[in-house]
């Protein structure tokens, strides 16, 4: 065998030893921090502060003698500031650097909203449905809470069943079973003190199930007269069905099914529903959906 060629040439003298060359960095990569996207903070982005969990949509961001700062909304109307620090927020579950976007940025610019009021979440896919229920007496309720809540309600991953019916509540909460991570909330019509859906609702006593209620005979009457085009909601003679003689004290025809979608039809927000019936819903949410 040929020997090796030597590719040291003799009037360079003797090889010298072999340096090498390292990284100033000396941090493991493993150690290293992975780098993250910037994101313009853009109204309306959606996103959550590492920190303290705080989710919200940007209404605005600001330069501060100490750094830039942005301020989120959450879908209660609820305002908090926090610096724009790197790594500092998350974005649809991943980390996120939030960066000031282009000009007119120090302008305050309001998210478009849901019917219910709270802030749209362009784009968002319906959250895996939670164990957690929330059950409303009929069709008709659940159709209302649809048509006002239903964005907040599949971002949250809540599904709404109708009972037709609370008379078998307390068996039907029982075969439920609520526990600490599949709570249970109940809608009741005409939850007043001395009604039997007062007496019924009584009955319930786990820790795990909310039963709450507005005070109205029926669901139609939580949409504002007004909004459906009417003075006020009649009063009708005990002994008769409710919905037939709503439909002819107000000279409908006595179809409570398209009556029922006459009264649907008007409503378009939040702001077409008494009060009565508001907080009772975002109560129900809030418990099914903060254990």
């Known amino acids: 065998m040929r020997p090796p060629v030597s590719r040291h040439h003799p009037s360079e003298g003797p090889p010298g030893p072999q340096r090498r060359l390292y990284s100033a960095d000396l941090t493991p990569p493993w150690?290293?921090?992975?780098?993250?996207?910037?994101?313009?903070?853009?109204?309306?982005?959606v996103v959550e502060e590492l920190s303290t969990g705080f989710c919200g949509a940007v209404i605005r961001c600001e330069k501060t003698a100490q750094g830039p700062t942005v301020t989120l909304e959450d879908r209660f109307g609820k305002h908090r500031v926090f610096p724009m620090e790197?790594?500092?927020?998350?974005?649809?579950?991943?980390?996120?650097?939030?960066?000031?976007?282009?000009?007119?940025?120090?302008?305050?610019?309001?998210?478009?909203?849901?019917?219910?009021?709270?802030?749209?979440?362009?784009?968002?896919?319906?959250?895996?449905?939670?164990?957690g229920r929330i059950y409303v007496e009929g069709r008709h309720d659940a159709e209302l809470v649809e048509r006002v809540w239903g964005d907040?309600?599949?971002?949250?991953?809540?599904?709404?069943?109708?009972?037709?019916?609370?008379?078998?509540?307390?068996?039907?909460?029982a075969e439920f079973s609520p526990g600490p991570d599949a709570r249970l909330g109940v809608l009741v019509d005409?939850?007043?003190?001395?009604?039997?859906?007062?007496r019924i609702a009584a009955e319930i006593?786990?820790?795990?199930?909310?039963?709450?209620?507005h005070p109205y005979i029926d669901v139609w009457e939580a949409v504002k007269p007004s909004s459906v085009g009417?003075?006020?909601?009649?009063?009708?003679?005990?002994?008769?069905?409710?919905?037939?003689g709503v439909c002819r004290a107000l000279?409908?025809?006595?179809?409570?099914?398209a009556a029922w979608q006459r009264i649907l039809g008007s409503v378009r927000?939040?702001?077409?529903?008494?009060?009565?019936?508001?907080?009772?819903?975002?109560?129900?949410?809030?418990?099914?959906t903060h254990p």
């Open 86 to 131: 790197p790594r500092g927020f998350l974005l649809e579950g991943r980390p996120v650097t939030l960066v000031r976007p282009g000009a007119g940025a120090g302008a305050t610019v309001r998210p478009s909203r849901t019917a219910s009021g709270s802030v749209a979440v362009p784009g968002a896919r319906a959250r895996v449905a939670r164990a």
């Open 230 to 244: 009417i003075e006020a909601w009649p009063q009708v003679p005990r002994g008769q069905d409710w919905k037939t």
């Open 269 to 288: 927000s939040y702001k077409d529903l008494q009060p009565e019936l508001l907080g009772r819903v975002e109560e129900l949410i809030d418990f099914v």
């Open 190 to 198: 005409h939850l007043v003190p001395g009604s039997k859906e007062s």
């Open 152 to 173: 907040d309600l599949r971002i949250e991953g809540v599904v709404v069943e109708y009972l037709e019916g609370i008379d078998d509540l307390p068996a039907i909460v």
């Open 205 to 213: 006593g786990s820790d795990h199930a909310l039963v709450v209620g």
């Open 31 to 45: 150690k290293k921090s992975k780098p993250v996207p910037e994101v313009a903070a853009d109204a309306g982005l």
């Open 251 to 257: 000279g409908w025809p006595e179809n409570t099914g």
